[in-house]
C-alpha cells in the first residue's frame, strides 16, 4: 500500500500551476497602463498536462541536483519545480482587446476576474492537499489526538 499516492502529487503540481498562472495574471494587471504591452496568457490544462509530463522525466534519473532537465533547468530549485518550469515555458501572449491609444490589449476587468478564479482554484487546491495530509497525520497517529 502506498501512503503518498498521485493524489497529493497532483494537488501540488496543481498548487504550482496555479502561482505561476498567478504571477502571469498580475504581471498583466501590472502593465495595465504600459504603453504597447501585450497580455500574457497560460492554459491550465496543458500546464498541467506537462507539469505530469516533467514530474515523469524527473522521476528517471534525478541522482544530482546539478544535472539538466530535459527543459535545460537545473534540478537545484533555482527555478522552482519542475511543474513550475514546465509553466512558465508555457506562457504565451495572450488574446487582448483591441489596442487603446497607447496600444496597450490589457483588459483590465477581464484580468481581475481570472485573478479572482485562481486565487479560489488556489485555495480549493491547497484546503484539498490540506485534507489528504489530516487523513494521513491520523492513520500516522493511530487515529488518536
Known amino acids: 500500500?502506498?501512503?503518498?499516492?498521485?493524489?497529493?502529487t497532483r494537488l501540488q503540481e496543481s498548487l504550482d500551476v496555479r502561482l505561476v498562472e498567478h504571477n502571469v495574471l498580475a504581471g498583466n494587471v501590472a502593465n495595465s497602463d504600459t504603453p504597447g504591452y501585450r497580455p500574457k496568457e497560460?492554459?491550465?490544462a496543458q500546464a498541467m498536462a506537462a507539469a505530469r509530463r516533467a514530474a515523469g522525466a524527473d522521476a528517471l534519473a534525478a541522482t544530482n541536483a546539478g544535472h539538466m532537465g530535459q527543459d535545460g533547468a537545473?534540478?537545484?530549485g533555482s527555478q522552482g519545480s519542475s511543474a513550475m518550469v514546465a509553466a512558465n515555458s508555457l506562457v504565451r501572449d495572450g488574446a487582448g482587446t483591441s489596442p487603446g491609444i497607447d496600444g496597450n490589449q490589457v483588459d483590465l476587468d477581464r484580468a481581475m476576474a481570472g485573478l479572482a478564479e485562481n486565487s479560489?482554484?488556489?485555495?480549493?487546491s491547497a484546503?484539498?492537499?490540506?485534507?489528504?495530509?489530516?487523513?494521513?497525520?491520523?492513520?500516522?497517529?493511530?487515529?488518536?489526538?
Do not use: N, P
Open 1 to 8: 500500500m502506498k501512503i503518498f499516492d498521485t493524489t497529493l
Open 120 to 124: 479560489l482554484q488556489y485555495g480549493a
Open 74 to 76: 537545473l534540478r537545484d
Open 127 to 145: 484546503r484539498a492537499a490540506g485534507k489528504k495530509l489530516a487523513i494521513l497525520r491520523y492513520v500516522v497517529s493511530d487515529g488518536g489526538s
Open 42 to 44: 497560460l492554459d491550465f
